[in-house]
């Protein structure tokens, strides 16, 4: 296959960003995406020229670091699927595909198709602690957790924090992400004695980072890789509001300065 490539390149962070075009000459259809730009930078590097920056990492759909905008589409055009698992034979020859980083005012880009992603684990670090009972390996039927539960729980567990909903959001929310992390352990016993807290504190540090309100659009749900269900939002909503209503989290909160 030969193809065109349409790629977003940026230098840094500060620097002005453009689209630039590349051609992309005798592509096997197996090749995963990002082979296919493993070959296109292997012929910029033997140009002398600055190959592109991507991120990834296991390649296999777990890690979450390789998303990026394939023709307007976070993680391309294959549903529940990472831009790592996406293959060439779902394009044509002689096609144009056209490649940028995710778009949102908390993920700044720091080299062209690679964007600061860390807003996410600051979310996951306001969350803190879980309290467990330490001491010798508890029996495994010990805690008993409805069958329900426990796949809903892990159902959420899915998220790779990969950022695909944020950049599918016209308000760059975050909501489908920190929604997935606060319903895996809100259904869960384990997740219970810091339930309330946990919400208040991710919810306050999600709106800190700059990310923005969710207004029920749905194209974080339609463009999840892990395909995590939009019902998440509506658990952390109630959640949030119970935890105001308790007043749960309102030291951590005022203690943060948020
Ligand atoms: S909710 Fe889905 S799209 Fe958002 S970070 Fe998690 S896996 Fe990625
Ligand atoms: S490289 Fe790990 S999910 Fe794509």
Known sequence: MNLTLRVWRQASPTAQGRIVEYAAKDISPDMSFLEMLDVVNEGLIKAGQDPIAFDSDCREGICGTCGCMVNGVAHGPDPGTTVCQLHMRRFRDGDTIVIEPWHAK?????????????????????????????????DGNALLIPKDASDEAMDYAQCIGC???????????????????????????????????RVRAMVDRMDAEGFG???????CE?????????????????????????GAGEKKAAASGD
Do not use: W
């Open 213 to 219: 309100a969710c207004s029920n659009e749905g194209e």
């Open 222 to 246: 339609a463009t999840c890789p892990k395909e995590i269900s939009i019902a998440g939002i509506a658990r952390m909503n109630r959640e949030y509001t119970r935890a105001v209503i308790t």
């Open 106 to 138: 908390a993920f700044p880009v720091i080299k062209d198709l690679i964007v600061d992603r860390s807003a996410f684990d600051r979310i996951i670090q306001a969350g803190g602690f879980t309290s467990i009972n330490v001491g010798s390996a508890p």
């Open 163 to 197: 950022g695909a909903c944020v950049a599918s959001c016209k308000n760059a929310s975050a909501a489908l992400f920190t929604s997935a992390k606060i319903s895996h352990l809100a259904l869960l016993p384990q997740g219970q004695p810091e339930r309330l807290t």
